[in-house]
């Protein structure tokens, strides 16, 4: 791995071999989603608890000063919607030039393995594993789920193994019953997505489960920025990943936030 590369990771994986990446990027498949309709407001706050943004190019130059000192993962695949008929066929949105000009430290990319266009999307994570290889920049394969296919250890497993082998630098993929099998099965570094809100107690668990399991960290979005404090979410989240909190310890530290 080239000095470059290694740089990068780095600044996505912290000294402790973990990160708390503050997932931001819905917004290129749902439109203004809940918590995100104005992005900066509600990412403002959150950047100095998180180890790194994932977003889109757009909400970068439009929504992000770029004094803000924060490594960035930036999503390259989409064009596709909530409301198309084709939202498992993600192609790729920004061309490697682009994110060297955004100075990103990091690409994400979603294949669909076990969708109908699993190919395609499988055939175009490699060339932005190509793309990342040539300039230095790490790829993010993130695992993602259609509405039909089951989040368990066999699928994800499968998934976030494929990634490894086409060239992921990271995976991101769900949680799940047996979790420890997905780590073990996958070479490369894996972080968890929190999926749809749900009450910050089961979330902080949820992380911690992962964590437990083998986990270097979560890629998490909605869990954080639409909960009833988002500040004081981010921080127990936190406190999971980087100082081995228990889940009580966590939602102590979400509720003493919360008052104060
Ligand atoms: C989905 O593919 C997006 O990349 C989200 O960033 C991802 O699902 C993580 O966000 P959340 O924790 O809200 O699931």
Known sequence: ????????????????????????????????????????????????????????????????????????????????????????HEGIIASIEDAIRLNVSGLAFSILVGADYERDTL?????????GQEYGIPVLAVTAVGREMVRDAKYLALASRIAAEIGAHMVKTYYC??????????PVPIVIAGGKKIPEKDALQMAYNAIQEGA???????????????????????????????????YEIFLKEGKE
Request: one cysteine or more; a negative charge; hydrophobic letters at 40%.
């Open 123 to 131: 055939l175009a994570f490699s060339e932005i594993c190509d793309m």
């Open 216 to 250: 270097i960290g979560v890629d998490m979005g909605r869990n954080i920025f639409q909960s009833s404090n988002p500040q004081a979410m981010i921080k127990a989240v936190r406190a999971v990943v980087h100082e081995n909190a228990t889940p009580d310890e966590a």
């Open 1 to 88: 791995m080239d000095w470059g590369m290694k740089n990068r990771l780095s600044r996505i994986i912290k000294a402790d071999g973990k990160t708390v990446m503050l997932a931001v990027d819905h917004g290129y498949f749902l439109g203004p989603t809940t918590g995100l309709e104005k992005p900066w407001e509600t990412i403002e706050p959150l950047v100095p608890y998180a180890d790194c943004l994932m977003l889109t190019r757009g909400m970068l130059r439009s929504c992000v000063p770029p004094e803000v000192d924060i490594p960035i993962v930036l999503r390259v695949s989409g064009g596709t919607s909530i409301v198309g008929p084709e939202l498992l």
């Open 177 to 186: 019953e047996d979790f420890r099998k997905v780590v073990e099965g996958c």
